[in-house]
């Protein structure tokens, strides 16, 4: 199976990096908190995946491409690539979560195979491709 769909947005710039550790009055215990940032993030890619997200959740290994196309400043062109924060792990790890809280899969580690790219584009957005692969596949 194949999922493969253009998110037309700004894509957000928060990411998971930006989430503060505190420890928890009652229990004593770590506890990780989203800044407001993070919150919105992660919020409006879960509203825009949920619109493609699969009857069933992709099984075994998976393969994920996604290019980040982001609004053009400056004096960027469309199609160059963006060498500027934030970085594709960091982007990647919060859609990733979200993806997984859309039950696009069972669990973000069935991701084996992953190409990601982030560029300036006059169609800001999230290309997003995801497939179920075999082992000869990879």
């Known amino acids: 199976m194949i999922i493969d769909f253009f998110i037309a947005m700004n894509p957000p710039t928060a990411t998971h990096?930006?989430?503060r550790h505190v420890i928890s009055?009652?229990?004593g215990r770590v506890v990780t908190i989203d800044s407001p940032e993070v919150k919105a993030a992660r919020a409006k890619l879960t509203a825009y995946l949920?619109?493609?997200a699969p009857r069933a959740p992709l099984d075994g290994?998976?393969?994920l491409q996604v290019m980040w196309c982001f609004p053009i400043t400056g004096k960027h062109k469309n199609g160059e690539y963006k060498t500027s924060r934030p970085d594709t792990d960091n982007l990647q790890k919060l859609l990733k979560d979200c993806m997984t809280k859309c039950k696009y899969w069972y669990d973000d580690a069935q991701v084996c195979v992953e190409t990601v790219g982030k560029l300036y584009s006059d169609k800001p957005g999230i290309m997003i491709q995801a497939e179920e692969i075999n082992h000869a596949d990879a």
């Open 25 to 27: 009055h009652t229990t």
């Open 17 to 19: 990096q930006e989430q």
């Open 61 to 63: 290994p998976i393969r």
């Open 50 to 52: 949920a619109e493609h």
